[in-house]
């Protein structure tokens, strides 16, 4: 075998080298375990504004941000950029999925999980909705997940209210079992849209379920429109309670739902919200976690996650 190179090794070689100090920069980061807050960017912000601007994000260029900008995570989407989340037994995706995200020092805190069979009217329905989460928990902790977030939209299907906060509230009862086995937070949040959208089912959802791997998800949009659109969010947030909070979705609104969907979401001083507000209570709670860029259907998310995040590096420093 000839010592000297062949000019495509070589060239191969040079590359590396060049991208060397590239990569060195997108190592992990210093260990997040004994920080207040973590910071992350949510997919589903780059998700909805491919779909409603017909933008294209490229996820390693998402990752690239994330990874310049010093957020510690992202939370998933199941359906971008590219399908469904594997099954917890896929071991060789899973594994796949997770190298992905560590090459830019970048951990995966949470995955998004729809939640509307969770109160079916059909008890056979909300059993294998369970067993399907039970499969999101392992893959979940097979990523590294401090979280999962959970979503009960969807209609009542011919069921009263109160039978189906109870129907909820029983299936999150036993994800929360489950989510205990793998500690893990389960976590939910609900919208103006769902059959579940006041304050008073908030706090319902919280008391019916009552287990200490269940908590809520903080997003001052929601809070705002659930509060009467008053521009303090916090104050909902106050009476819900710093330890029922397990993380946050972060970002400013207009008191507003947008073209008719969700509540509208803004990044931080583009809203009627102080969005420090609540992150200077949250610390005088002694509150701790995982804060998410929420950047649903913003026109340009990686300026609302930088607006996000100079909010809680401020109140950090204060």
Not at 102 to 110: E, H, K, R
Not at 169 to 174: A, D, G, H, I, P
Not at 195 to 213: D, G, K, M, S, W
Not at 231 to 239: A, F, N, V
């Amino acid at each position: 075998m000839s010592t000297q190179l062949s000019r495509r090794s070589a060239g191969q070689l040079g590359a590396a080298l060049a991208l060397a100090p590239w990569l060195s920069g997108l190592a992990a980061p210093a260990p997040v375990a004994d920080r207040l807050w973590k910071t992350a960017v949510g997919l589903n912000g780059f998700q909805s504004g491919s779909r409603k601007y017909k933008k294209n994000y490229p996820i390693w260029e998402v990752l690239d941000f994330a990874a310049r900008n010093g957020f510690d995570g992202v939370e998933l989407v199941g359906d971008w950029p590219a399908g469904g989340y594997p099954g917890a037994r896929e071991t060789g995706r899973v594994r796949a999925l997770r190298r992905l995200y560590d090459q830019y020092g970048v951990g995966i805190f949470s995955i998004q999980i729809g939640a509307d069979r969770a109160f079916d009217p059909e008890a056979e329905v909300r059993r294998r909705w369970v067993e399907e989460v039970a499969d999101r928990l392992q893959l979940a902790a097979q990523l590294g997940c401090a979280c999962v977030g959970m979503w009960p939209g969807g209609g009542l299907r011919g069921q009263t209210l109160e039978v189906a906060l109870d129907r909820l509230c029983e299936s999150f009862r036993r994800v929360a079992d489950l989510a205990a086995e793998q500690k893990i937070l389960a976590c939910f949040e609900i919208e103006p849209p769902f059959v579940f959208n006041q304050e008073a089912h908030y706090h319902e959802i919280l008391r019916r379920t009552n287990h200490p791997n269940f908590k809520g998800i903080y997003d001052p949009s929601h809070f705002d429109l659930m509060s009467g659109s008053t521009g303090r969010p916090e104050e909902m947030l106050k009476r819900v309670g710093a330890r029922q909070v397990g993380y946050l979705q972060f970002c400013d609104t207009d008191g507003k739902l947008r073209d008719g969907g969700t509540s509208t979401h803004l990044g931080c001083g583009d809203g009627h919200t102080d969005c420090t507000q609540a992150l200077r209570w949250l610390k005088q709670q002694g509150w701790r976690g995982w804060i998410m860029m929420d950047e649903w259907e913003v026109p340009d998310p990686y300026d609302a996650c930088l607006k996000g995040k100079k909010a809680v590096d401020q109140v950090l420093a204060g």
